[in-house]
């Protein structure tokens, strides 16, 4: 049996890191996915193992799944079926046996990934012998919700190969799940989450679930239809940071300076409702569009300064604000902030000359430029020939 499930990255409009601490935020699914392929093997007398190849990465990991089975099994298990938290005592194991694979000093950074993996895999399908192949379109660590889209294609395809869902396997094309299937497969997908960002909102897995563009606010979830065209470019810094570092400062400044910093969550509650409503809002013409977007601008640059005010600014993320702003165009830093990606809104009149230009710019600079698509599709499976691996 093979399954393969594809999750979108995410842009972050506005409110990340404040979402952590219960503010509402914008959020919006791109068309860069992660794709991940399960093939379950036969069982065999003594060779039955788990391989998880990255494939971009050049990295396969591989366990005898009686070891892992001897491993966990020391827990008492079967492993939960419902979606709950990794213990301690479990997550201490696993981490055993993410050690083992002896993962390059260079590429450690992904070893909370694979640790998701083991979770996950253990949880939804127990100590079943499989071949599992990820490939990405997303850059890691980038601010573009890499860890998430891992998660939900994980929950995706492994739910699809579990007895937990019914899905018609004789379906061609990609697949989308029902309303409790997509709940179920949200609620893994934010425990996988949890084992590499430590303490995430749960935005970045609900729209990689979802799709399309969401509100979110304190686990809550509204659907948002825009009624404009929305164009972004974004910039990758290539500035490496990771997210569970930098959510842990923003927790460490918010327990220095809680007044102060309560108040900086408040106003960007405000201003995340506020672009819902705009983003909502009819517009009749191209006037009432144009007039729309500078409302955007004035809103994603109110809470850029609300994110410096957090401290998840970065020295390179200010020279792409400042590049942008030569063409009096608007721009904030998405996801978690301290490099990765800046959102710049490109209005809907603007001229082609100028868009090549600020890129140009850009890129002399050593960054790179994108302008993706917002708003498609989120969490797919499929049953077939695998075109894209
Ligand atoms: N395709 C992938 N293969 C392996 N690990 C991945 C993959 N995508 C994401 N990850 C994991 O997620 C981490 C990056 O997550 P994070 O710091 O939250 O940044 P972001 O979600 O913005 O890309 C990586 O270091 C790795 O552990
Ligand atoms: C900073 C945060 O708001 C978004 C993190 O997104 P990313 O991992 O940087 O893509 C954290 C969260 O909401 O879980
Ligand atoms: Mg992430």
Known sequence: MEVKARAPGKIILSGEQAVVHGSTAVAASIDLYTYVSIKILPSTENDDRLTLQLKDMALAFSWPVGRIKESLS??????PSTPTSCSTASMKLILALVEEQNIPEAKISLASGVTAFLWLYTSILGFKPA????TSELPLGSGLGSSAALCVAFSAALLACSDFVNVDMKQQGWLIFGESELELLNKWAFEGEKLIHGKPSGIDNTVSTYGNMIKFRSGNLTHIKSSMPLKMLITNTKVGRNTKALVAGVAERTLRHPDAMNSVFNAVASISEEMANVIQAPALDDLSITAKEEKLEELMEMNQGLLQCMGVSHASIETVLQTTLKY????????????????????TLLSGTIVHKVIAELESCGFQCLIAGIGGNGAEICFGAPSWL
Do not use: R
Request: hydrophobic content about 45%; aromatic content about 4%.
């Open 131 to 134: 071949t599992v192949v990820v």
């Open 328 to 347: 009096k165009l608007a721009s904030k830093l998405t996801g978690a902030g301290g490099g990765g990606c800046v959102l710049t809104l490109l209005q």
């Open 74 to 79: 020391s827990l008492g298990g079967p492993f």
